[in-house]
């Protein structure tokens, strides 16, 4: 079962993504966890990459094509996955010549989005999440990825779930979506 999570930063796709994970048994890749185990390297990419996620901006599409592919080649990922925060723009997803099994859209409103990572920053400072950085991230989630709904809608492979429902709710709509279609 191959499966993409779609949705703004906030909207659960890692918390549901990690649940997939245990209730199905294929391995959960965040292109984001990539990245951001990256930026910790002392190489001239790792500071590009640090720059580039401090800034909210989204690495180039070559780049990280290249590298969410490359990983995808590993053992573990041939019996499947679920990918979280990749494919993110068109160029990637027309790029990206996997056999997608089912695309979900966890679907939260913005000001939604903005209340929880607000919280999360209180709580917990990650690097790339500074206000401006996540206002960047939404205005980018508008422009660069929301052109994919479209894209997997038009394959008959997305699924919209409700994304401001409670975390066991979200994930039995998901769980149903996957044996039911
Ligand atoms: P995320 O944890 O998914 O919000 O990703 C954190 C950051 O990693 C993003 O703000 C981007 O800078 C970068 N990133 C993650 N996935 C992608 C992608 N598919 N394309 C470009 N940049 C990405």
Redesign the pocket.
């Known amino acids: 079962m191959k499966i993409v999570l779609i949705g703004l930063?906030g909207s659960g796709k890692s918390t549901q993504g990690n649940l997939l994970r245990q209730k199905l048994g294929v391995p959960y890749l965040?292109?984001?966890d990539i990245?951001?185990k990256m930026a910790m390297e002392e190489s001239t990419s790792g500071k590009y990459v640090r720059e580039?996620?401090a800034a909210?901006?989204?690495?180039p599409d070559d780049k990280?094509i290249s590298i969410v592919e490359e990983y995808l080649t590993k053992p573990e990922y041939e019996g499947g996955y679920i990918l979280?925060?990749?494919?993110?723009?068109l160029v990637?997803a027309q790029a990206f010549k996997e056999m997608i099994d089912k695309v979900f859209y966890i679907r939260v409103s913005d000001a939604e989005a903005w209340k929880r990572l607000k919280l999360r920053l209180a709580k917990q400072k990650r690097a790339?999440d500074s206000p401006e950085a996540i206002k960047r991230?939404i205005a980018l989630f508008h422009k660069m990825t929301e052109p994919l709904l479209d894209y997997y809608r038009a394959k008959q492979l997305l699924i919209e779930i409700n994304g401001e429902q409670t975390i066991d709710k979200i994930h039995q709509d998901i769980i149903f979506k996957i044996k039911h279609g």
């Open positions: 930063q965040a292109s984001g990245f951001r580039t996620l909210g901006q989204l690495v990280t979280d925060g990749f494919p993110r723009t990637q790339d991230r």
